[in-house]
């Protein structure tokens, strides 16, 4: 347990002093102004009538009042945080490689399940602390744009489905680390990401999309202010599958691979 603490405080520490703290939660702030700014315009016929295009883009969120504003931040976070969390993944893990520190750090007296494990608590606990940061920003944001068709209830359960979107989209962050434990370097993961995100428009589409793990966290976000959940029970399993199949082979890769 000791050796898990160490090790979580160098991740840690190797995390903090470089610029992905900064870069991820710059990125994410983006989240609840942009979706502000399309609340504040649907808000005003008359401005949303001048800006033309940008009001279509609007229009496509809905109508001004807290359950699509809400939506939309769950729906960001799903869709903006499978990039943004498995950047930092990518990032965890591959710089181990790029930075040809691999050698050295299996060197260390400490096995390498707890090495895996140390970088994905690392992993969590920053994505975890990103998406409470979006959530409380955009609720201030909301209510600096006086949004209306606030209620305790909406609010409550609004922050309910952000939080799972969010858990969803981190635990679906795992196989990224296994790509760029794989991959060996940034490359493999980013197109993974690039890929998924892709692929999950496009299964959504479609009408399957709550049998596609990276689908499902956006699916779910629509849910806000419906009453009732637009997934079942499969759906989560599935992503609780993939995150565990991420984890293993991730831990396997470590174990098992030649890392020469």
């Not at 991959?183 to 596609?212: K, N």
């Amino acid at each position: 347990m000791n050796k898990m603490a160490v090790c979580i405080s160098i991740e840690t520490k190797k995390l903090f002093r470089s610029k992905i703290p900064l870069i991820t939660m710059a990125v994410l702030t983006l989240i609840p102004f942009i979706g502000g700014f399309f609340m504040f315009i649907l808000k005003d016929p008359s401005l949303s009538e001048s800006l033309g295009f940008i009001s279509a883009k609007a229009q496509l969120m809905g109508t001004a009042d807290w359950p699509s504003y809400l939506s939309l931040l769950s729906q960001a976070i799903a869709i903006g945080g499978l990039f943004a969390f498995g950047f930092i993944t990518s990032w965890i893990f591959g710089r181990e490689y790029s930075d040809r520190t691999i050698r050295d750090l299996l060197a260390l007296p400490v096995s390498r399940g707890i090495i895996v494990a140390s970088k994905f608590i690392v992993m969590i606990l920053w994505c975890l602390f990103l998406s409470a940061f979006v959530l409380i920003l955009g609720l201030i944001v909301g209510n600096m744009v006086d949004i209306p068709g606030m209620s305790s209830a909406l609010l409550m359960d609004g922050i309910k489905i952000y939080m799972i979107c969010s858990l969803l989209t981190i635990l679906l962050s795992t196989p990224v680390g296994f790509f760029a434990s794989y991959g060996r370097g940034y490359l493999s993961p980013l197109g993974f990401i690039v890929i998924t995100l892709i692929l999950a428009q496009i299964v959504a589409t479609t009408g399957y999309g709550e049998f596609f793990p990276w689908s499902i966290p956006a699916i779910i976000g629509i849910g806000i202010g419906n009453g009732e959940p637009i997934v079942s029970g499969i759906s989560i399993a599935i992503v609780f599958l993939t995150s565990i199949l991420g984890l293993v082979s991730t831990m396997l890769w470590w174990r098992y691979a030649d890392q020469s």
